[in-house]
């Protein structure tokens, strides 16, 4: 469990660190000015040869440190020629390309077609040694050989050239990429001037600027394009440059450390260079536009970076990472599949869970061992804060704990009538302390899953909190083989993080035999008895193992209750009485469902919200299966689901006649009766609606 403001003090703490090794935004601005002289002087020495020089990524953008070690990217272009986006544009004499695009042309990318120096017409037919025919006929302009080669570069990756030696000014290991330049905005990026912007970033203003940036046509095609020799990559670099000089200091930081994350957790492990600087420049763009700019703060460092590796997440499992400006383009594509997509997703989960201790294993700058020594002592939680954290969490589940007990008591009396040979060779001694062992692991399931409910019903998240309910219920997921798993996997299917509770419920799934005992609905099978007398195991690793208790939700839980079983919470009118004894009538405002049953119905939550429909058909499958075929204690709760789902999944009718077949099963307290309400509201608002 962290101590409170955990979050708040690393990103704080690792703030100070980051501007101990010049990241501080003097030095920044600093390095800008340098880039610009520098690009200044590299266009005065290629003054000679009417060319034009432009410094872009890292260096230019003061988003490196000496640690890094980044290139620097300067983009090269013939200064007389120009890139027209009609033909309206054309000037007598002039040396003029037209940018055009046909069906089969990739998003990014579009080719050249040359325009007559005499006339506005475009070329037909005619093919040199760098012009050839596209399938239209039409003469464009190919990508090899765009400039002229000197000696002394070498190839490099993509269009890049590589400086071997000192020339001039320029310094030697600088890419040198050739590009014709436009000055116009392209058509397939004209969705980005018009994007509805929720919290105002990129202001309006800085939108005009970047508009009149223009455009780099880099020679370069698609792979998988069949006239990839003739098409060039639309670059919005200036554009980029402008943005990032945009980011405030966390912003800024957050993006270094971004690329320290991926050079050294992710690239190391790959073996390739897969994500690129580039993919999590992309990512931080759309997280600053589509995040309020109060989260960019110092003390949320750590949760931006989260949300970030959160946000790559989603495109990895999607493999889809779309381009800021041109959102058509796919940067993920034949990239991000099989067992490179794989990895990726797990090293980034891996990531999120660390919670930003891996922060310490950086190497780059010393970054790491600062954090460590800047850390040590203020973390580390006293006694006091401990007992107080402690008395606060026992405090707020006080008002459940009798209900829990009573529940407990009685399903672990249950299980001890089933395998009551086992405590025949236990002292009673032994037996209180297993059952405290067992009671204590399906507790921290109950507080974990109340806490959870008490964060989810805020407005604004409260991440300390949830933090505090994912430790309960990690501890309450051992209880027994699902029902503290299943809690765990709805809460985190409840806050949309589908991949973790997919990956919960196939280890449920995976694990649940014909040896598990679903307690109270049967007695313990033979093969499972037979084995636990063989092999001596403890009565605790019995239910842990072997047996599935059913999953309890109390009304204090509901905002961590999926919502098809909340009306459970409400079956009950009091106007009837539902047994002879008066302390059994709490049970009427639970919402209790057998664990096979539950997990199943899970699943198909999960894979509704992802869209996988042919999951989600085996799920429900499953579903009526069980009900048809296993003894339930909970059918009318089953009942219930099955009908929510079948209804969420347009099959209405077939919703009704379940639900009919539960009110003949059980006609009092029953809370099929809030869905056939539903049912019923919804079918006069669609006549209304046909009349």
């Not at 639309?234 to 450390?257: P, T």
């Not at 201790?357 to 600062?370: A, E, N, R, S, W």
């Not at 704990?401 to 060779?425: A, M, N, Y």
Request: neutral net charge; contains cysteine; aromatic residues 10%.
């Amino acid at each position: 469990m962290e101590v409170a403001g955990y979050y708040d003090v690393v990103s704080v703490k690792l703030m100070k660190v980051l501007d101990s090794t010049e990241l501080t935004e003097k030095i920044r601005w600093k390095q800008i000015e340098m880039a610009t002289q520098e690009e200044e002087l590299l266009t005065v020495a290629c003054f000679k040869d009417n060319k034009k020089c432009h410094i872009f990524g890292s260096q230019a953008e003061a988003t490196t440190t000496l640690g890094l070690r980044s290139d620097l990217d300067v983009v090269c272009y013939l200064n007389y020629e120009t890139t027209l986006v009609d033909l309206q544009s054309w000037k007598p004499g002039s040396v003029a390309y037209l940018m055009i695009m046909d069906d089969i042309t990739p998003p990014g990318y579009l080719k050249l077609q040359p325009v007559r120096d005499t006339l506005p017409v475009p070329v037909y037919n005619i093919q040199t040694e760098r012009l050839m025919l596209d399938r239209h006929g039409r003469s464009c302009l190919s990508n090899n050989n765009i400039f002229v080669k000197p000696p002394t570069f070498k190839e490099h990756h993509g269009p890049a050239l590589t400086i071997t030696e000192s020339q001039n000014y320029i310094i030697i290991s600088h890419d040198i990429v050739p590009a014709y330049r436009s000055h116009s905005w392209p058509y397939t990026a004209s969705e980005w001037i018009t994007r509805h912007r929720e919290h105002n970033w990129p202001l309006q203003e800085t939108i005009s600027i970047i508009q009149q940036s223009g455009t780099l046509l880099v020679p370069v095609g698609h792979k998988s394009s069949p006239e990839r020799h003739l098409e060039w990559r639309i670059s919005l670099s200036f554009g980029e440059k402008i943005l990032v000089w945009q980011f405030n200091s966390s912003q800024h930081k957050c993006y270094v450390l971004l690329k320290m994350i991926n050079k050294y957790f992710i690239k190391k492990r790959i073996g390739v260079n897969v994500l690129t600087s580039y993919h999590w420049k992309t990512c931080m763009f759309y997280m600053i536009e589509t995040t309020p700019s109060v989260l960019w703060q110092p003390h949320n460092l750590l949760r931006c970076i989260d949300l970030c590796l959160m946000k790559m997440c989603f495109w990895i499992e999607d493999s889809n990472c779309p381009n800021y400006f041109i959102p058509d383009e796919n940067m993920f594509l034949d990239k991000v599949n099989g067992p490179v997509q794989r990895n990726l997703s797990n090293i980034l989960h891996n990531l999120i869970r660390q919670k930003g201790t891996y922060f310490t294993k950086l190497p780059y700058d010393g970054i790491g061992q600062k954090l460590t020594i800047a850390c040590q002592s203020p973390l580390t939680p006293t006694n006091d804060e401990i007992e107080e954290i402690t008395a606060s969490v026992f405090l707020l589940v006080d008002s459940i704990l009798k209900e829990i007990h009573t529940l407990w008591f009685d399903l672990l009396r249950d299980g001890v009538q089933i395998i009551s040979p086992l405590f025949k060779r236990l002292s009673y001694h032994a037996i209180r302390q297993e059952i405290c062992t067992i009671y204590q692991r399906f507790y921290c399931s109950s507080i974990g899953s109340h806490l959870a409910s008490q964060c989810l019903k805020q407005q604004t998240i409260d991440q300390e909190g949830l933090d505090m309910a994912y430790e309960f219920l990690l501890l309450g997921s051992a209880s027994d083989v699902a029902s503290g798993k299943l809690k765990l996997a709805t809460f985190f299917l409840l806050q949309n993080n589908e991949i973790l509770a997919e990956k919960i419920l196939q280890n449920i799934e995976e694990n649940y035999t014909f040896l598990v005992t679903n307690v109270a609905a049967e007695r313990i099978k033979v093969p499972t008895f037979l084995r636990i007398m063989n092999e001596n195991i403890s009565t605790t690793d019995v239910v842990r193992y072997y047996c599935a208790f059913a999953v309890p939700y109390l009304p204090s839980e509901m905002y961590c209750t999926p919502k098809a079983l909340i009306p459970e919470m409400f079956r009950s009118t009091g106007s009837h009485h539902v047994s002879l004894n008066p302390d059994e009538d709490y049970w009427q405002s639970w919402a209790v469902v057998d664990p096979k049953f539950y997990l199943y119905f899970l699943q198909h939550q999960c894979y509704h919200q992802q869209n996988k429909i042919t999951h989600k058909m085996v799920a429900l499958s499953n579903m009526i299966f069980i009900i048809l075929h296993e003894k339930l204690i909970y059918k009318d709760t089953a009942l219930n689901l099955l009908a929510y789902c079948l209804n969420e999944d347009g099959f209405l009718v077939h919703s009704y006649a379940v639900l009919s077949k539960t009110m003949k099963l059980k006609i009092h307290h029953n809370a099929a009766k809030w869905q056939i309400a539903c049912l019923v509201n919804a079918a006069f608002k669609y006549l209304d609606g046909r009349h």
